[in-house]
């Protein structure tokens, strides 16, 4: 039997977890020190030497698309098929339990999921019928401490709300929702995990049976394991079943959503005879970068306590970049791209990993601007978001109330009792009359063709948007967007969703605002005359509709990864990007409020800093629209916890006009236009004030483009902001 190819690319002790005897094991280590691998090889090795069949493992992964990487891998290394093993995420796994005995989990046979917009309507509803006022009752917050329970394994039979009204209440409507779901055959996420618990505990024979398919457990990521996929787990494992869990105490990450560091210490004390192996070799970072991490995270107290080295070379410095603000930060990211692909480097060899779901558009923008192609990794682009067309939708009825798609997309987005039945008579009336919805709802309620009922719920909406349109009269793009996102109930609407989404949707919606003021800037070209000048507005819509045209690349085309730092856990990159490594930002604002979080934000930053194997920049901004409002924050603690030696400050936003001449005409030489003379040229700064003949005073604040094509973003303090094309415009620092 040839098992080298399996034990052959492992050190020793990766060797150790990988060859064991069958029986429970912890392999807890740092990040990138092989505990992704130890799992692979050691399934490997069970069903090659143990002569496990692929039907008798379970493994749990973090996402499902490390799950499809973990079956290819596999089968690479033993050339056979790997269909019948169940991988998959812990949610994934319960349902596929659930539909193979929905009798016993006394579920109708076609369950179906219900996803939070859903569940939120539910609750309300639920709420309702207990005559529970929802200004009172918060539903969203009722949603979040219901998942709060199923996380825990409690049903509301098992809460004693003693004297508490408010908790009384809660377990009132906890035991009305539960009804309401069980009535319609409706199964949250939170009750997948609970169901599948509750199967098994009640049915001896069915646990018996998956105990004995499954004498093989393995998790990854196990540091982010809440309370009730723990006790699946060990209710699966019971006696005789091996369970390897591998994980990291650094890198928990999702306390937040009710994981739990604990069930590491947990693991020992609950399973017997458990070989603990810790695995100390990096083999993903350079040198520094592993410094800067283990730095990093040596400001947390209570860890389990593990230094990590490595064998690889030193590598570069760490480079930290100040920008002045976040165009020119997503502008300086950008760059650096071009040259590592200029270099020769695949795009997708580099992630750019952020803090928060909002920050993304600025990116976005610059990339699209160098046509950069990109990928949202477990995310949609900016301007495809749901929140964001819903608001686009609005904004395009203003402009253009025949517009139908836009009109569909809103007609009841907030809810507003129109039904699909309504809407449905307004199509077909469109389409006898040949005329657009807006139009048919129009002459329909004129005629009054519609139920008391449902044409007053058309009436308003239609008023609404009359509303809008007269309210954005002679007023900025943002302050346009801002009353949408505020009058048409969309924002509250929003918010109104589950915790973290509907926060990054608000957040979202906010940043459209940001996006409306800076376009302010760019938009028209200075009145060019007979020109009929085309409104903002319109100006605004076609470039967001061209930005989601674009579409994401597709799976094989070669481009740059971009997302969340929580949706980065586990993956690695030759080249990573932090952006907006700032106090607030990041470490998120709420951070402070709460204990343990931040140490949460640290792990997470850990996790961030550990994502690059050859080279890591971090970068910041002085001053930053976020979420529609203007925020000047401080450089994050984290950088500070970086010793200076591992770090290159990088300081290019001092006089950006005059070096960008020249390097670009040494280096490009491609314009035919006789040199002008750089020598007269300005040395403008981002940041700089100038003087302009006409405009007055103001400040630069961002610059695009090289040579005689380069242009400057002026605030000016009387005539607003400009883009003036720096060889003509003769601006005059201060
Ligand atoms: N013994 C080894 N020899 C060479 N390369 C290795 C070895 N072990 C792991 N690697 C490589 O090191 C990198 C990190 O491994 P892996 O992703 O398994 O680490 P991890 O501990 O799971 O990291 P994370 O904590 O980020 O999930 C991978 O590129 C992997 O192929
Ligand atoms: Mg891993």
């Excluded at 030497?49 to 499902?64: C, D, H, K, L, R």
């Excluded at 009798?103 to 179906?112: H, I, S």
């Excluded at 695949?346 to 952020?354: E, K, Q, V």
């Amino acid at each position: 039997m040839d098992v080298s190819q399996i034990l052959d690319p492992l050190n020793d002790a990766q060797r150790e977890a990988v060859a064991a005897a069958p029986g429970n094991q912890l392999v807890l280590a740092g990040a990138g020190s092989g505990k992704t691998r130890v799992l692979v090889h050691r399934i490997a090795w069970l069903m090659q030497v143990e002569g496990a069949s692929p039907y008798s493992i379970m493994a749990v992964t973090f996402t499902n698309k490390a799950a499809r990487e973990m079956r290819a891998r596999i089968e690479e290394l033993l050339g056979v098929n790997t269909f019948g093993m169940w991988v998959g995420t812990f949610h994934g796994l319960a349902h596929r339990l659930l539909k193979a005995h929905w009798q016993e989990a006394k579920l109708p046979q076609n369950f179906q999921i219900l996803d939070s917009d859903d569940q939120l309507r539910l609750i309300k509803r639920v709420q309702a019928d207990l005559g529970l006022d929802d200004k009172k009752w918060s539903p969203r917050e009722t949603q979040w401490w219901i998942g709060a329970q199923k996380d825990e394994g409690l049903r509301p039979q098992y809460i004693n709300a003693g004297a508490d009204p408010w908790l009384q209440t809660m377990v009132r409507i906890y035991f009305a929702y539960e009804e309401a779901c069980q009535r319609g055959g409706l199964v949250d996420f939170g009750e997948l995990l609970l169901r599948a618990h509750e199967l098994w505990l009640n049915n001896d024979s069915i646990l018996a049976h998956y105990r004995r398919r499954f004498p093989f457990i393995l998790v990854d990521e196990f540091q982010d394991t809440n309370t009730i996929q723990y006790a699946w787990l060990r209710l699966l494992a019971g006696e005789q079943c091996h369970i390897t869990a591998v994980g990291d105490d650094d890198q928990s990450i999702y306390g937040w959503r009710g994981a739990k560091i604990e069930n590491i210490q947990h693991f020992s004390a609950d399973l017997r005879q458990v070989q603990t192996v810790r695995l100390e070799q990096n083999y993903r970072s350079t040198s520094t970068i592993l410094k800067a991490a283990n730095a990093v995270i040596a400001n947390n107290s209570g860890r389990l306590g593990k230094e990590l080295w490595t064998k690889g070379e030193e590598g570069e410095p760490i480079a930290v970049y100040a920008a002045y603000n976040e165009q020119d930060e997503s502008r300086f990211i950008v760059e650096r791209i071009n040259d590592w692909v200029r270099d020769g480097n695949r795009r997708d060899s580099i992630a750019i990993l952020y803090r928060s779901n909002a920050q993304s558009r600025v990116l976005e923008e610059g990339l699209l601007r160098e046509q950069v192609p990109y990928r949202i990794y477990g995310g949609q682009r900016f301007y495809d978001r749901l929140e964001i067309k819903n608001a686009l939708s609005y904004l395009r009825l203003i402009t253009n109330r025949d517009d139908d798609t836009a009109f569909e997309r809103v007609v009841n987005t907030p809810t507003r009792g129109i039904g699909a039945r309504t809407v449905e008579m307004v199509r077909a009336y469109a389409r006898e009359q040949g005329c657009s919805l807006w139009q048919a709802a129009k002459l329909m309620l004129q005629q009054r063709v519609l139920a008391a009922r449902a044409g007053n719920a058309l009436q308003a909406f239609l008023d609404l948007v009359n509303q809008l349109a007269a309210n954005a009269e002679d007023k900025e793009l943002d302050a346009i967007a801002e009353d949408v996102i505020e009058t048409s109930g969309l924002l509250e609407f929003h918010g109104k969703e589950k915790g973290e989404k509907g926060q990054t949707r608000v957040e979202n919606l906010k940043e459209l605002v940001s996006a409306c003021r800076a376009f302010t800037g760019v938009g028209m070209p200075e009145g060019e005359e007979g020109e009929e000048e085309i409104p903002l507005l319109n100006q605004f819509l076609d470039s967001a509709a061209l930005d989601a045209g674009e579409g994401q690349a597709d799976e094989f085309e070669d481009a740059v990864q971009l997302m969340t730092l929580h949706s980065a856990k586990g993956l690695e990159f030759p080249l990573v990007f932090m952006a907006g490594v700032e106090e607030n930002l990041f470490p998120h604002k709420m951070s402070a409020q709460e204990p343990g979080r931040m140490e949460e934000e640290r792990r997470l930053c850990y996790v961030g800093i550990t994502r690059a194997m050859r080279k890591l920049y971090i970068t910041y901004a002085e001053n930053r629209r976020l979420f529609g409002s203007e925020t000047y924050n401080s450089p994050s603690r984290f950088i500070a916890e970086i010793p200076v030696n591992l770090v290159h400050e990088v300081r290019l936003k001092t006089e950006i006009s005059r070096p960008l001449y020249q390097a670009d005409y040494g280096k490009v030489g491609k314009f035919s236009d006789p040199a002008p003379d750089f020598d007269d040229l300005p040395p403008l700064s981002l940041g700089g004030r100038v003087e302009h003949a006409k405009f007055g005073e103001g400040t630069v604040v961002q610059f695009e483009g090289n040579g005689p094509r380069a242009r400057v973003q002026v605030n000016f303090d009387d005539a607003g902001s400009k883009w003036l094309v720096v060889t003509m415009a003769k601006l005059q620092p201060l």
